[in-house]
């Protein structure tokens, strides 16, 4: 014996007063479960009789008692104790369970229980009873439980409790009890017997007191159902059992204690059960359910009328116990019946057997026998039950027991795979050509999901149908799928899925039978694949199929023909409708004639020829023939017809475009030539001739290097090898050549390579532009600008020199004298001194301009710089009451010199300021764009505008200002026009008086 079972039983010999009263009779039950080891249990001897074990015979230690509940009911008992170890006051512990008869059926019951801690706090024992729902308890007996021990059991089965002193009135009850009519215990104070009997209904109220007299005088237990009126109104069916549990001094009883038990629930189902007593009655005969009764007292036997019918006997005949028995088949049938009436002669119990029987007739048939014993004052009164005849049920379980055998063999030993699926898709069982399909291991797939091996397109194309079968939309569903096999290779299969339902109709699981036919599907792919192919380069090609039955006089187009026809998809041609529909003349003789001799000899044809369409359009065709010419007959003939105008029309344009590129090669006034991947030359034409002085013959026995300038011959073999190494695929590069007399020749030299349909290159086409008198008025050009530049340097030198003594002049006179700079003269003298600083300054600038940007250009990012000049003009910003709006895309770069596009942005965002309209809230705009080789910043204001009727000609001009503003100078917009022109760039104007102004600066585009 187990510790855990000798605890279990100690704790039920420890009797008291109190646990005596809930019995045996109330519970059908106790059971004990160890928390550390969850798989070790005790049941009491009811609670395994109830099960269907034999209590005395058992060997308990070998029984795991979680085994016998139904596997998937033990997640609930899971849940309900997680939820009870958290909070067991919010939490207790209550679950209904299934619980597998030892004869294989299911019983309903309901586990109630409590926790028990060990010395030191932790969860170590959980305890609690057994209550059968699917059947009437009988409280005859009584079993013992301790009530310092448990009294947290009470609190999870819901047990009132409650006691009464009989000679004062005073009365005591628990939660539990006061719960059961919706109160609390402190409402209910003071408790007495008189409030008590004030909640009790009042046509059980008489019954109640007659039996608490009764307990008083005889001092046995007393039973008792009635109702109490619950704080809400309605009515509450109480089971009472009650006994005394103390005396006075003089022996007389004092104390009466018992619990309450809320029966509602049962009082409602024996209500509906003698509602429907006569309807079962009636559907048990229609059923052919038989009932039979045994009175022991009277020793007496009843057949109801079904049962005399099932063992064929006539309706007057009288049955007797020994009789009854004779009809069962000797032998096991008869001896297992008759030790389980003499074992319910002994104690409560019910049986459902099925027994074979010989009736009266001789028929050897299937019965289900069901019987119960009633018991009263501890003596067996009767045993009934019914009787069903289920022969046609048990040859057709006798079959399925065949059919589940031959299906075992067949799921076992079947070549095609197949396996059971969850509901949650996960694999329950899978046959050895399942496992051995898919590469794996029955222990592996059942680890796997299968959306883990299921190919994705094909899980996306079938997963609503699948999902269908899943949720019992549809019963199957077939389908083609790839799965991945262990070993990472596919396997395509054919897969019926169907579902599997239990007799509630409910799904339990998924039968997957899997057929491979990866080697069949890859040959479909495969025709599929080249059909699909050869019809989709017949579409691309436009070409179609024709063909000619002589023997039938029948003809067939595609319709990839008859669309080129421009009939309707119903033609049907005659030899002579083939004729016209080609061109007349030359071209419809010719396929006549071909056909003739196609017929005749079985000779073959491959024409070009034009046809036209019933639209009117005339295209180019080629029209094949083939004969099939047998015994000196041809039985037909069948071709392709193609739509080639395209490349017809094309091949004669080139022809002509072909001629039209040699007639510019030899004649182009820009030297050219064409040369192969060493850079030899292959030909060139006479102006190459022309600029060099060597034939082309003697070009022939040259490379470009030889006749190329020492001083360009590293650049150009640069250029050469990256052309040649396909870094690049074309050059443009100004260099010199030595003409065949010595002379230097400049020339602009463009190199560009020749490829193929793959991006091969073929050779190299090269032109040559002789530049040589360009070159030297450029050079000209450039060396009378520099002597203007540095003209304008001296001019802008001395005068600065002159400037600058006169200023040093009028420093010294004021320094002398200095009440002459109240001289008019004086100040007249000051300001054209100051004035021609300011002049000399901003010449000089406008000379600095053009002499620097052609090496101070660089990539700038336009929205950097406008938020850059932003920034530098915050505060002047704010003081002005200026909002400044930035809509620049942040990937526009300009080619520009930093210092001139910080000036220009200053220039138009201070003036934007500076000219703002009184009064107006004052509002600049940023906005970019593109336009051609340039990008284009716009700089919107809302202020004072210009009068471009006025002052259009004059904008730009320096000294030239169009406001009476005290710092207007007249050459912001002067050197802003210059520096965005030095840049390659431009600027635009739109303005309107009063309105507001748009300068647009084009800058240009770093893309380009």
């Not at 032998?331 to 319910?344: F, H, P, Q, S, T």
């Not at 019965?367 to 069903?388: A, E, K, P, W």
Request: with cysteine; hydrophobic share 35%; glycine share 6%.
């Amino acid at each position: 014996m187990s510790g855990l079972q000798q605890e279990f039983e100690a704790w039920i010999k420890n009797e008291s007063p109190f646990f005596n009263l809930m019995g045996q009779d109330v519970l059908d039950g106790l059971w004990y479960w160890d928390l550390n080891q969850p798989s070790n249990g005790v049941l009491n001897d009811k609670f395994w009789n109830l099960l269907g074990y034999d209590s005395s015979s058992l060997d308990r230690e070998t029984v795991d008692w979680l085994s016998l509940i139904d596997q998937q009911n033990l997640q609930l008992i899971i849940a309900a104790y997680n939820n009870h170890l958290t909070n067991p006051k919010q939490h207790p512990f209550n679950v209904e369970v299934r619980c597998r008869h030892r004869k294989g059926y299911l019983l309903a019951i309901n586990l109630k229980g409590a926790i028990s801690y060990d010395e030191i706090g932790n969860p170590h024992r959980l305890m609690g009873v057994a209550i059968q729902l699917d059947k009437n308890f009988d409280g005859t007996k009584q079993f013992p439980f301790t009530k310092e021990q448990y009294i947290d059991v009470i609190e999870g089965i819901k047990l009132g409790i409650w006691s009464g002193n009989i000679n004062t009135g005073e009365a005591y009850c628990n939660d539990i009890w006061a719960e059961m009519i919706g109160y609390t215990v402190a409402e209910l104070q003071p408790l007495t017997t008189e409030v008590f009997y004030s909640l009790v209904h009042p046509e059980d109220k008489e019954q109640l007191v007659l039996s608490i007299d009764n307990l008083i005088k005889n001092e046995g237990i007393y039973e008792v159902e009635f109702r109490m009126r619950h704080k809400k109104g309605h009515w509450v069916w109480i089971f009472c059992r009650g006994e005394i549990t103390a005396h006075d001094d003089q022996g007389n009883p004092e104390i009466v204690s018992g619990m309450h038990y809320d029966i509602t629930d049962k009082k409602v189902n024996e209500q509906l059960l003698l509602k429907y007593k006569d309807l079962l009655e009636r559907s048990n005969e229609a059923a052919k359910i038989g009932h039979w009764e045994i009175d022991l007292q009277k020793e007496s036997v009843f057949w109801s009328k079904v049962t005399k019918e099932i063992y064929d006997v006539s309706r007057d005949f009288i049955p007797a116990i020994e009789l009854g028995l004779q009809f069962i088949v000797e032998g096991e049938n008869r001896d297992r019946i008759v030790r389980l009436m003499e074992k319910a002669v002994q104690s409560p119990m019910e049986f459902k057997e099925q027994i074979q029987i010989k009736s009266s007739n001789g028929v050897v048939k299937w019965i289900r026998l069901i019987g119960l014993s009633q018991f009263r004052n501890g003596q067996c009164t009767r045993l009934y039950g019914l009787v069903q005849d289920v022969d046609d049920i048990e040859n057709v379980q006798l079959q399925v027991k065949l059919r589940e055998e031959e299906f075992r063999q067949t799921f076992n030993h079947s070549a095609m795979g197949m396996a059971f699926i969850s509901v949650t898709n996960q694999l329950l069982q899978a046959n050895p050509g399942f496992c051995k399909m898919f590469g794996y291991t029955e222990a592996e797939l059942q680890k796997l999901d299968f959306l883990e091996v299921s190919h994705s397109e094909d899980f996306e194309l079938n997963k609503e149908a699948i999902n269908d079968v899943f949720t019992g939309k549809r019963p199957y569903f077939r389908y083609d799928y790839r799965y991945s096999k262990k070993d990472g290779s596919i396997i395509w299969t054919n897969s019926l899925i169907s579902a599997i339902h239990n007799e509630e109709g409910e799904i339990i699981h998924f039968v997957l039978q899997v057929l491979d036919i990866t080697k069949r599907k890859l040959n479909e792919l495969s025709l599929q694949y080249k059909a699909d192919l050869i019809r989709r380069i017949n579409d691309v090609a436009n070409i179609g199929i024709w063909e000619v039955d002589i023997a039938a006089g029948t003809s067939h187009w595609s319709p990839m023909i008859i669309e080129m026809a421009g009939v309707a998809e119903d033609y049907t041609p005659t030899l002579e409708d083939v004729y016209s529909f080609f061109k007349e003349g030359e071209h419809r003789k010719t396929i006549k004639r071909s056909i003739e001799l196609a017929i005749a000899e079985g000779k073959g044809f491959n024409h070009v020829l034009q046809v036209r369409s019933t639209t009117g359009r005339v295209f180019w065709s080629r029209t094949i023939g083939i004969t099939d010419f047998v015994d000196g007959e041809c039985k037909r003939f069948y071709g392709f017809f193609q739509d080639i105008d395209k490349e017809t029309v094309a091949a004669k344009e080139l022809a002509i475009k072909e001629e039209e590129l040699r007639l510019t090669f030899e004649h182009a006034h820009t030297g050219m030539c064409i040369l192969d991947l060493e850079g030899k030359l292959q030909k060139s034409n006479i102006s190459m001739t022309a600029i060099l002085g060597y034939s082309e013959e003697e070009m022939r026995n040259l490379t470009f290097f030889d006749i190329t300038h020492p001083e360009d011959i590293e650049k150009t073999e640069i250029l050469m090898s990256e052309l040649l190494a396909r870094k690049r695929d074309s050059y443009k590069l100004e260099k010199r050549y030595i003409h065949k007399n010595g002379d230097v020749i400049w020339a602009n030299v463009s190199l560009s390579a020749v490829k193929n349909e793959k991006g091969e290159f073929l050779h190299f086409v090269s032109q040559v532009e002789d530049i040589s008198d360009k070159k030297q008025l450029t050079d000209n050009l450039t060396e009378h600008n520099n002597r203007l530049v540095n003209f304008a340097h001296i001019v802008s030198h001395n005068l600065r020199s002159h400037t600058s003594n006169i200023s040093m002049l009028l420093d010294l006179a004021q320094d002398d004298d200095s009440e002459i700079v109240e001289n008019e003269y004086f100040k007249n003298i000051r300001t054209v001194s100051d004035n021609m600083n300011d002049t000399i300054c901003h010449l000089n600038e406008i000379v600095e301009i053009n002499s620097k940007v052609s090496t101070t250009l660089t990539s700038q990012n336009l929205l950097e710089n406008v938020r850059k000049a932003v920034k530098s003009v915050e505060s002047l910003a704010k003081q002005s009451d200026t909002t400044i709006e930035i809509n620049i895309n942040k990937d526009h770069n300009v080619i520009a010199v930093h210092a001139y596009l910080e000036s220009i942005l200053l220039n138009f965002l201070t003036n934007a300021i500076k000219y703002r309209y009184p009064g107006r809230k004052n509002q600049v705009v940023f906005t970019s764009g593109i336009e051609g080789n340039y990008v284009y910043l716009s700089v919107k204001d809302n202020g004072l505008g210009i009068d471009l009727k006025r002052y259009g000609t004059k904008l730009f001009g320096m000294y030239k200002t169009f406001h009476n503003h005290p710092d207007a100078r007249g050459m912001g917009l002067f050197i802003s026009k210059n520096q965005v022109e030095a840049m390659g760039g431009k600027i635009v104007v739109e303005s309107e008086v009063n309105k507001g102004t748009n300068f647009k600066t084009y800058l240009r585009y770093e893309n380009n």
